[in-house]
């Protein structure tokens, strides 16, 4: 009996110390629930960071005094700070359920008081399986406040400081349609809304969206989009307090009379490929253009519209960017971005005071737990 028990228990302790481990390798395999967070800091130098024209440039720096909004100088170093948590969730049915969310807070040195705040949640599903077909999401992004510049209140002809509030709503469909293509479209809903003093200028917006992304040779990543936006300034029919009527002065500057709807066409592209004489980590070389194209669609006249009536703005900004990524948890970019805003009007003024250009260099570290 003693040597048959002590057979037992050697065989129950073989068999708990090579199965207790495998169970436990199986649950962390295959949990339930993921947990991961990406934190980013960045540092950028923006030569023009409220997007001034060359005249208004000029204008402030002749006479920062006399200049109506407040600035210390018109380019600034700004640093970002991001903080993304994520979860994936397998879920019944062979599903997997992702959610994220990410805060943004960007801090300028010379111009604190232009700083903002961004959030943006997101929940994405898909079959929970190699190489799935499709996928769908949503995504929900707040600006609660963003500063634009000093403009004029023509109810009261004072002049105060302008912001707004930008909400976006918007859902996506990815299909896998071959091998090393992905098609997508998506729709999108959003408003801006001003500060109580400009309310004239509130507006809400609808986007259609295709897009495609893939492999080509050379491991090189390609992605291309359409964007359709059509917008409808619905705060233009509001009345001045004191009924102050538009003037010559407001060929000189924008102003919240008018009727700013329009539509717009915003096309993309962007390429990127690892970079293979860089042996010392992974790199990744990347280019991206972005073009935009809006057409102003009121119908009132140019003498009581000036700033809309007839105007066509053409809006680009091309980045090249390099990511090194040392370990798995970390990545270094350096980038280069160029802006600019060409308008075409009935009224000569008005390309002097949207027309702008804007460059930026910068550096992003990331760090990931997961």
């Not at 001034?52 to 700004?78: K, Y």
Request: proline letters at 6%; a positive charge.
């Amino acid at each position: 009996m003693r040597g048959l028990t002590a057979k037992t228990l050697l065989a129950l302790l073989c068999v708990l110390i090579a199965g207790v481990p495998a169970q436990a390798r199986k649950r962390r395999a295959l949990p339930v629930w993921e947990w991961g967070l990406s934190t980013s800091l960045g540092m950028t130098y923006d030569d023009n960071v409220l997007g001034f024209s060359e005249r208004d440039r000029n204008g402030f720096l002749r006479d920062p005094g006399a200049f109506p909004t407040p600035l210390e100088s018109v380019d600034d170093l700004e640093t970002s700070l991001s903080i993304k948590p994520t979860v994936q969730w397998r879920a019944p049915l062979t599903l997997m359920v992702s959610g994220d969310y990410r805060f943004k807070a960007v801090h300028r040195v010379r111009n604190k008081f232009s700083d903002y705040q961004t959030h943006a949640f997101g929940l994405s599903l898909r079959p929970r399986t190699s190489g799935y077909p499709w996928s769908a999401g949503i995504r929900i992004l707040a600006v609660p406040s963003y500063y634009l510049r000093v403009y004029r209140d023509r109810d009261y002809n004072e002049r105060f400081a302008t912001r707004y509030a930008n909400w976006d709503y918007a859902a996506s469909f990815r299909y896998h349609l071959t091998l090393p293509l992905w098609l997508e479209a998506g729709a999108a809903y959003g408003t801006y809304y001003y500060n109580r003093k400009f309310t004239e200028y509130d507006s809400e917006y609808r986007d259609f969206t295709l897009g495609a992304t893939g492999d080509a040779p050379w491991e090189m990543r390609l992605s291309a989009s359409y964007t359709r936006r059509l917008s409808d300034n619905v705060g233009k029919n509001q009345s001045g307090a004191l009924g102050t009527a538009p003037g010559e002065s407001s060929i000189a500057e924008d102003t919240e009379y008018g009727d700013s709807d329009y539509r717009e066409d915003d096309a993309s592209v962007s390429v990127s490929a690892p970079v293979p004489w860089i042996t010392f980590a992974p790199t990744e070389a990347s280019l991206a253009y972005r073009h935009r194209r809006r057409v102003y669609t009121t119908d009132r006249p140019l003498a009581d519209d000036p700033f809309h009536r007839g105007r066509l703005d053409n809006r680009g900004q091309a980045q090249v960017s390099v990511t090194v990524s040392p370990s798995r948890a970390w990545d270094v970019e350096a980038f280069f971005a160029y802006e600019s805003r060409r308008t075409d009007s009935n009224e000569p003024s008005v390309p002097l005071a949207k027309n702008f250009i804007r460059r930026e260099f910068g550096l992003l570290f990331t760090y990931r737990i997961r």
